[in-house]
């Protein structure tokens, strides 16, 4: 079993919607937890942390659930600068860390 | 602050041939990550160094990759031969010790083996 799964996608949403990502993780030790954003051919860079009481930074929502295991992303009124692949990443340690698939997403005009 | 120096950029090079790759982290990073993205998929560790010694390399095909940070700055990633499945974007991350855990990427090395 994957120590992250994510819905590859793609997802295609027109300009101005509301998407929504998951990810679910296999080991409850896990300890922290990431989206981080990656366009292509680019290195992947973080996009925010996800804390227990769910944070927001800006459009980007992010929120955990640690009695199901998994943790999500709401992006809200969606640009085309938004069109990426949206890596899950987990950690279980401070020194293991897991990336999920990533899940990409084309923001259309 | 500068980010974390990857090179080359891209190599292409013959399978059973040999190949390293450098990797410059973030000034005071105390650890550093070696991935390997293939296309599709999510990045993959291959090996973790804490200052210049590894702490995880459960991972990393020890029969033809190897890793190194010698003085806990600077970090090679060799591989020895290569074979066709290593055709891979191969990332450097670091980050500071101990928390927060974010790590900071590389811009990667493209590497094709035909």
Redesign the interface.
Known sequence: RKE?EQD?GPFNVPEGATVAFNCTYSNSASQ?F?WYRQDC??????LM?VYSSGNEDGRFTAQLNRASQYISLLIRDSKLSDSATY?CVV?LS?????????TSLTVIP | EAGVAQSPRYKIIEKRQSVAFWCNPISGHATL?W?QQIL??????LI?F?NNGV??DSQLPKDRFSAERLKGVDSTLKIQPAKLEDSAVY?CASRRA???????????T?LTVT
């Open positions: 992250v590859p922290s990431f051919r680019k290195e992947p860079k973080l942390s890596l950690n401070g020194n293991q860390f897991y990336f999920g698939t990533g | 990550y991935y599709g998929q999510g990045p993959k560790l973790q804490q702490v995880d990332l101990g928390s927060p855990y974010e790590q900071y990427f590389g811009p990667g493209r």
